[in-house]
């Protein structure tokens, strides 16, 4: 079993459409990371958080440390939302670039 | 700042030939890492550095693949001999602290034929 799930794989939206995209990781971690990568390769860090919720334009996202579990919400979503969405840890004690990734959300937004 | 720099963006070399990639990090950051990411396997920690010194190689597949950090702005990764299995995107990413979040660099795509 893998230490960081994502779950769907694949995610197709009609544009407008809320999204989730979920986390779950078995680990003892000191953060969460959701990375967005996309067609070109590119990764861009979207959040880093260890509690709570955080926000950044259409992007919402939760954590319940409790459930080890995360959530990341786009609200009205667009076409340039199309991406890899992946959600990595940094295991408790270790650096935040060391980090255990998930697999990926393919994430297409239809117009 | 520009950003992480990684260079070449694109590389395709023959079985057995040495490769080195190379990266810049955002100047000031003392944390550099490599990552390598696969279909099969998606993106894996290779190695990090801290204030220049390597802290974890665990993840570095063989001894075919070696890091150096000579200084704070530069960083290689090199492999020797290379094999197709290398083929792979190599990213580089830095953080001001090991405990800040990270920043990537465009990725170098290798080709090993």
């Known amino acids: 079993k893998n230490e960081v799930e ?6 197709t939206a009609q544009e407008g459409e809320f999204i989730t995209i979920n ?54 979503s667009h076409p340039r939302d199309s991406a890899v969405y992946i ?25 | 700042d520009a950003g992480v720099i990684q260079s070449p963006r694109h590389e395709v070399t023959e079985m057995g030939q040495e490769v080195t990639l ?3 990090p955002i ?36 001894d075919r693949f070696s890091a150096k950090m000579p200084n704070a702005s530069f960083s290689t990764l090199k492999i020797q ?5 290398d083929s792979a995107v190599y990213f580089c990413a830095s953080s001001l602290q090991e405990n800040t979040e990270a920043f990537f660099g465009q990725g170098t795509r290798l080709t090993v034929v």
Not at chain 1, 42 to 65: C, D, E
Not at chain 1, 87 to 111: E, M, R
Request: glycine content about 10%; aromatic content about 8%; overall charge positive.
């Open chain 1, 6 to 11: 994502q779950s769907p794989q694949n995610l």
């Open chain 1, 23 to 76: 986390c779950s990781y078995s680990v003892g971690i000191s953060a969460l990371h959701w990375l967005q990568q996309h067609p070109g390769g590119g990764i861009v860090s979207l959040f880093m958080l260890s509690s709570g919720k955080k926000k950044h334009g259409r992007l919402i996202a939760t954590i319940n440390i409790q459930e080890k579990h995360s959530s990341l919400h786009i609200t009205a």
């Open chain 1, 87 to 111: 959600c990595a840890v940094s295991s408790y004690g270790g650096s935040q670039g060391n980090l255990i990734f998930g697999k990926g959300t393919k994430l297409s937004v239809k117009p």
């Open chain 2, 22 to 24: 190379r990266c810049k």
């Open chain 2, 27 to 62: 100047s000031g950051h003392n944390s550099l890492f490599w990552y390598r990411q696969t279909m099969m396997r998606g993106l894996e920690l290779l190695i990090y550095f801290n204030n220049n010194v390597p802290i974890d190689d665990s993840g570095m597949p063989e």
């Open chain 2, 81 to 85: 001999p290379s094999e197709p299995r």
